[in-house]
């Protein structure tokens, strides 16, 4: 029994070998790899798809998924920076503004999926077309430039924080963790949360594991998937703010196959695309894997193209190792 | 004369990480006879044949296959499904293997069509001729052009047998081939299965039904907790049945049953807990009913007279069309399994596996399932009363688990039905309504989980059982209710309960004597 346990947890938190492996093998390569400014730089890259992974986690766990995120990221650039530029809106108001639209815009997912019964691929790839159209009309396909943020680390949130709190003051080195990562961090501890304290976690395990006996449990399965359609864009949106802060400019063309990355990071961290399986530090394990791997890739000279059919093999070898594993444990 | 056997499994043993499904079984089947093979649920039956049919793979043990007579005797340590093919063996499975969109004779033939002489183009002409010469084979008249899902369950059961009979099968494993099907299909079926046997074709007959062992049988082995328990030679002198059915019960079981159903104290109180009146909905008609505190209410009658679909208007999963109900005094008309849920009104459904569990879940989420709203503050689960109100159950229904953190889906049907009572339990359910509650549970677990309906209506729960079973529809029940078609054909108090009359009222026809009192 002893030995199973260790065997579980062994298994349960084999992908961070996998992630240490990685970095040994990119370090071994590029001593600069674990420089401080690349890993600085790693974590703020990584920041924006490990808040969007969060929601397309919950998303998987239901045996759902969401193709509209990276188009509401775009259209989150848009109309929070065209609230600013064009209609002098006030920082927060339009960051809160395009946050809400954000969030109905999964619950207009959520309204697809449940009420009405679309496949939740095809009703979340309509969305996406829908809403990268939006940004296109809106910005008419051109950028957005010059918004606010004259800091690279998401400024307003850095000046503000730094004035607000000591412990920042203290630490000095908030300029070094880049506060887009703070925010992922909380997001993470958020999401881990949610899915092991609250009952809403029971909930889409159970969901993800039998729609219909979790319905005769007195779950009300449609309204969960209306929270988690409007979860998965809430993090896509507040990613979008994060996207907005680091590049200064909003691109209607922002973000596209994003769905694409973050779906591969949640399926290598263990969410099982059939449902009802997954945890949260998995999926911190699966994006920090990609996002290293993006940035070693990067530094060792991998072309695009030659990352792109990297990244397909990882995704194809993730979902791979769960369905056969899941094949095994059947005969 | 050495026993001319086509098929021994020798001491299989199959492990799964933390679970032993087979400790020790060894199985000897003769040519030409047929083997009924006889266990409780999770005593290793299904494995076993898995292992035959390469769908398992044993840690450990043999396999010999004689295929002929006089053959070479083959041994393997496993065994594919092409190599259980190739050595004559065949399964037929609870759950059919069709297509149902392909004629009875493209699924004969599925996977190696007979091709024309072109070698493209599929020859169904001389498919179906094969496939009507099976059929005559077996004596059943199937048209080998119609298509499988237009073919009762009886006739789709024919098929697979037909088409293992065409590939040359020489052991035959049928694993609860009876389950589906009505009585008399059954009866068309025992007649293939003896006429195979003739034929000298080697029948694996698993059942839990043991008069159809005692009728089919040459001789029976039985099997407890993945263990061979012994083999015995059937009796079929009618005087030494019912002696016999109690030595397997005991050796199935390990221990001794007296009573199939535990004496229950009177406790049928006057308050009403539920009234149904002139109910219409989800297929039913005009159902009007009363259930009382400390009563088990029995509805009677055939698979499709509606039973479950007023169950699923009670629980809210279904709308009602009109018509009132009133529970504890008080109209409800609950639009979602939550709402009757808060009203106190639970359902044990007849699929526990699709509907009742959640099998991916710990025992522990599943009993806390429908309070969890209940025990959280701010969204925040209470995780010591979680885990109390687990171990509570766990204790007092008698859950046989390693932990409340284990999966449900590792548990036997019996567990996993007291898991979904425990759920109700903890949700402090008034109406407890049980669909089939027995379905698939063996024998010592039936048992128990009739104790546990006793203790419940002593403690004053009503409850609605909705049973197929006749035996427990009468043995359980404190009154019976029988539908048919979806309308209520009439009612039984305790005194009249009788399988002829609930018989009659279950295929629709009202006896002359009652027609007069309505």
């Known amino acids: 029994m002893n030995e199973n346990k260790f065997m579980t947890v062994f298994k349960q938190n084999a992908i961070w070998l996998v992630f240490i492996a990685e ?37 998987i766990l239901i045996a759902g998924i969401d193709l509209s995120i990276g188009s509401i990221i775009a259209l989150v650039n848009v109309v929070c920076a065209y609230l600013m530029m064009n209609m002098g809106w006030n920082m927060w108001l339009a960051i809160l503004v395009s946050i809400l639209m954000a969030i109905l815009i999964g619950v207009l997912n959520g309204w697809m999926v449940a009420s009405i019964g679309i496949p939740a691929i095809i009703a979340t790839f309509a969305s996406q077309t829908i809403f990268r159209g939006c940004a296109y009309l809106l910005s008419g396909g051109l950028p957005i430039p010059g918004v606010v943020l004259e800091h690279p680390t998401f400024g307003f949130f850095a000046r503000w924080a730094l004035n607000r709190w000591d412990i920042f003051k203290s630490m000095g080195q908030v300029g070094l963790i880049p506060i887009c990562a703070i925010i992922m ?23 993800g594991g039998n729609e219909e006996a979790s319905e005769l449990s007195g779950i009300r399965v449609n309204k969960m998937k209306y929270l988690i359609y409007a979860l998965s864009g809430f993090f896509a949106g507040l990613a979008g703010i994060v996207l907005l802060s680091r590049s200064g400019s909003a691109q209607s063309t922002a973000a596209i196959g994003f769905e694409f990355e973050v779906i591969t990071c949640v ?11 997954g945890r949260m530090s998995g999926v911190v394990a699966g994006v920090l894997i990609i996002g290293s791997l993006k940035s070693g890739m990067i530094m060792m000279n991998v072309s695009e193209y030659t990352q792109m059919v990297v990244q397909g093999l990882v995704l194809a070898v993730a979902v791979g190792i769960d369905c056969f594993s899941k094949k095994r444990q059947a005969s | 004369m050495a026993d001319d056997y086509v098929l021994e499994l020798e001491h299989i043993r199959k492990e799964y990480p933390g679970v032993i499904a087979l400790k020790d079984v060894t199985l000897q089947l003769r040519r030409g006879e047929i083997l009924g093979l006889i266990g409780e649920n999770g005593a290793g039956k299904s494995t076993l044949i898995k292992c035959c049919s390469g769908a398992v793979i044993p840690t450990s043990g043999k396999i010999k296959i004689k295929k002929e007579a006089g053959g070479e005797v083959k041994e393997f340590s496993r065994m594919t499904p092409q190599l259980a093919a190739e050595n004559g063996i065949a399964i037929i499975y609870q759950e059919f293997n069709n297509v149902g969109e392909l004629s009875a004779a493209e699924n004969m033939f599925l996977g190696r069509p007979i091709l024309k002489k072109n070698g493209i183009v599929i020859d169904r002409k001389a498919m179906e001729a094969e496939a009507a010469k099976a059929f005559a084979q077996l004596d059943i008249n199937i048209n080998p052009g119609e298509l499988v899902k237009n073919l009762s369950v009886g006739y789709q059961q024919m098929v697979e047998i037909a088409k293992a009979i065409q590939q040359n099968a020489q052991v035959l494993i049928m694993d609860e081939p009876s389950a589906p099907l009505t009585t008399k299909e059954v009866e068309s079926m025992f007649k293939v299965v003896e006429l195979l046997k003739s034929r000298g074709v080697s029948i694996i007959y698993i059942s839990h039904r043991l008069e159809e062992i005692f009728r089919l049988s040459d001789r029976i082995e039985v099997i407890r907790d993945g263990e061979y328990v012994d083999t015995l030679i059937t009796d079929k002198d009618p005087a030494t049945i019912p002696h016999q059915v109690d030595d397997l019960i005991k050796l199935m079981v390990g221990r001794e049953m007296t009573q199939k159903y535990p004496p229950r104290k009177p406790c049928v109180r006057d308050d009403v807990v539920i009234e149904l009146q002139h109910v219409y909905g989800n297929g039913d008609e005009d159902i009007s009913f009363k259930v009382h505190a400390g009563e088990v209410l029995g509805l009677g009658g055939l698979v499709g007279a509606g039973r479950t679909e007023i169950a699923q208007v009670i629980f809210g999963a279904r709308p009602k069309d009109s018509g009132k109900i009133i529970f504890l005094g008080n109209e409800i008309n609950p639009k979602a399994p939550r709402a009757a849920i808060d009203y106190g009104i639970a359902l044990l459904p007849e699929d526990r596996k699709r509907h009742g569990a959640l099998l991916t879940n710990s025992i522990k989420n599943n009993i806390s399932m429908p309070i969890y709203e209940r025990i959280s503050k701010a969204s925040v689960i209470d995780s010591k009363f979680e885990k109390a109100t687990a171990e509570k159950y766990r204790e007092d229904i008698q859950i046989k688990c390693p932990s409340i953190h284990q999966l449900v889906k590792n548990l036997s049907g019996g567990n996993q039905q007291k898991v979904i009572l425990a759920k109700w339990l903890a949700a402090n359910s008034k109406l407890i309504i049980f669909d089939e509650p027995t379905r698939g549970i063996d024998v010592g677990a039936k048992y128990e989980i009739y104790k546990l309906i006793n203790d419940l209506v002593e403690n004053g729960v009503a409850i609605l059982m909705i049973s ?51």
């Open chain 1, 23 to 59: 970095i040994a093998i990119f370090a071994y390569f590029n001593p600069k790899f674990l420089s401080v400014p690349n890993i600085v730089n790693i974590s703020r890259q990584v920041s924006y798809y490990g808040i969007a992974s969060i929601g397309m986690t919950f998303v």
């Open chain 1, 185 to 207: 961090v909380i997001c993470f501890a958020a999401g881990s949360f949610i899915l092991n304290k609250s009952y809403f976690g029971r909930y889409f395990y159970a969901i």
């Open chain 2, 468 to 518: 197929s079973e006749m035996e427990e529809l009468i043995g359980m029940s404190d009154r019976i209710i029988v539908l048919a078609e979806g309308k209520m054909m009439g009612e039984l108090q305790k005194d009249e309960f009788d399988a002829d009359t609930i018989l009659t009222y279950a295929s629709g026809i009202v006896p002359e004597n009652k027609k007069e009192a309505s």
């Open chain 1, 267 to 277: 399926v290598l961290g263990g969410v099982s695309v059939a449902g009802g399986i």
